[in-house]
């Protein structure tokens, strides 16, 4: 049985999201791009929020979060959930967790009238991607993802 309770997160929260963050990084082999502060997160989820964030907890112990926010779709004319990160601490797994979470998630696209879910996945995690399609989410192969990130913006 699941035994996992989604809550919105709090400002008193942020240490949590801050580590899950971290340990996210470190799965994808990205702990060198985290640059996040307290201070960031503060001001982006609660502040002046351009981003949610609600934690996973089992027996009031956080074991996994989920962070989104809101786009817009000019061909469905309505704004989509977009789904940043997804994460769920390795010794939880294959519990169900991480299906709580994204359903929450779909309940909230479903309450907020959203046209459409999204997020990326690399390419190399499996589990992931598997994790996913098993939901009945689809690759949208035809599109890729480009980035600017701030220097080459600085650079344009």
């Keep these: 049985m699941i035994n996992v309770e989604i809550k919105k997160a709090s400002i008193a929260d942020v240490p949590t999201i801050k580590g899950f963050i971290l340990e996210l990084a470190v799965y994808e082999k990205l702990e060198n791009d985290v640059v996040v502060t307290d201070e960031l997160l503060i001001e982006n989820i609660f502040t002046n929020p351009i981003a949610h964030c609600v ?3 089992e027996n009031d112990r956080p074991i996994g979060f989920a962070l989104y926010f809101y786009n817009y779709s000019t061909f469905i004319g309505r704004k989509g959930l977009y789904l940043e990160d997804l994460y769920v601490q390795p010794n939880y797994r294959g519990k169900g967790y991480g299906k709580k979470l994204l359903l929450h998630l779909v309940q909230t696209a479903k309450k907020e009238n959203c046209g ?16 996913y399609e098993s939901l009945g989410a689809k690759a949208m192969q035809e599109w890729s993802v480009y980035r600017l990130d701030e220097k080459s913006m600085q650079v344009l």
């Design 116 to 131: 459409r879910m999204e997020w990326s996945v690399l390419k190399w995690n499996q589990p992931a991607i598997d994790f």
């Design 55 to 57: 934690l996973a907890f």
